[in-house]
Antibody, heavy 119, light 110 residues
C-alpha cells in the first residue's frame, strides 16, 4: 500500500544540526512531491516545507527559512529535511506527507519522528 | 501575518451533527484556496478526510462532508459516532508554494 515512513528524530542541543528522512513506498515516488509538517507538544500542526516531484523547487515556512533544507533523492525513494541552527522552539513531532498532485493536499501521512532540542 | 482560525472545541451527541469552520484572517475562503481537512487521533498518523473543498478521500465515510459556508470552509459530520472523537485540522493553500494550517478543533462525542 502507499505509505511514507519518517526516521532520524533525536535529542539534539540548540545550535546543532539534524537530518530527517522520509521513505516512500507503494507508489511512483518520482511522480509526487513531499511535505514536512511539524507539531510541537500539545500544540497544533505547522506546515514546514515542500519539494516538487523532481526536486527542482522547494518552499519553506518563514519560521524555518534559511535554516532548514528539503531535498529529494528519487533513486532512493527518500526525501530529507536538513535542520540546521536548531532552536528550542523546533522541538516537535515531524511528519512527512505526500503532496497529492495539483489539488494541493496531503496524503498519506507518516507516523512522525520526534525531534527534541534541549540543552 | 496570515492566520487561519478554527473553533477550539465542539461537543456533539452520538448521532448528532456538527459543523466545523475554517476562517482566513486576510479575507474570505474560496475554492481557490483548495481547503482540505485532516483527522488526528492520539497515537495515530493524521488522516486526510476532504480535499479541494468537498471531495472525500478514499475510504472516508459519507457522514463527512466539506463545503464553503459564507466566507469560511466547513467540515460537517452528520450522524456522529464515538470514533469521530478526534482533533480536526483545516489547511489552505495560499499560493506560491505556501500552505497554512488552522489551529485545530477538538471534537468530543458524548
Amino acid at each position: 500500500q502507499v505509505q511514507v515512513v519518517e526516521s532520524g528524530g533525536a535529542v539534539v542541543q540548540p545550535g546543532r544540526s539534524l537530518r530527517l528522512s522520509c521513505a516512500g513506498s507503494g507508489y511512483s515516488f518520482s511522480g509526487y512531491g513531499m511535505h514536512w509538517v511539524r507539531q510541537a507538544p500539545g500544540k497544533g500542526m505547522e506546515w514546514v516545507a515542500v519539494i516538487t516531484h523532481d526536486g527542482s523547487r522547494q518552499y519553506y515556512a518563514d519560521s524555518v527559512k534559511g535554516r532548514f533544507i528539503i531535498s529529494k533523492d528519487n533513486s532512493k525513494n527518500t526525501t530529507y529535511l536538513q535542520m540546521n541552527s536548531l532552536r528550542l522552539e523546533d522541538t516537535a513531532v515531524y511528519y512527512c506527507a505526500r503532496w497529492y498532485g495539483s489539488t494541493y493536499w496531503f496524503d498519506p501521512w507518516g507516523q512522525g519522528t520526534l525531534v527534541m532540542v534541549s540543552s | 501575518q496570515t492566520v487561519v482560525t478554527q473553533e477550539p472545541s465542539f461537543s456533539v451527541s452520538p448521532g448528532g451533527t456538527v459543523t466545523l469552520t475554517c476562517a482566513l484572517s486576510s479575507g474570505s475562503v474560496s475554492t481557490n484556496y483548495y481547503p482540505s481537512w485532516y483527522q488526528q487521533t492520539p497515537g495515530q498518523a493524521p488522516r486526510a478526510l476532504i480535499h479541494s473543498t468537498d471531495t472525500r478521500s478514499s475510504g472516508v465515510p459519507d457522514r463527512f462532508s466539506g463545503s464553503i459556508l459564507g466566507d469560511k470552509a466547513a467540515l460537517t459530520i452528520t450522524g456522529a459516532q464515538a470514533d469521530d472523537e478526534s482533533d480536526y485540522y483545516c489547511v489552505l493553500y495560499l499560493g506560491n508554494g505556501v500552505w497554512i494550517f488552522g489551529g485545530g478543533t477538538k471534537v468530543t462525542v458524548l
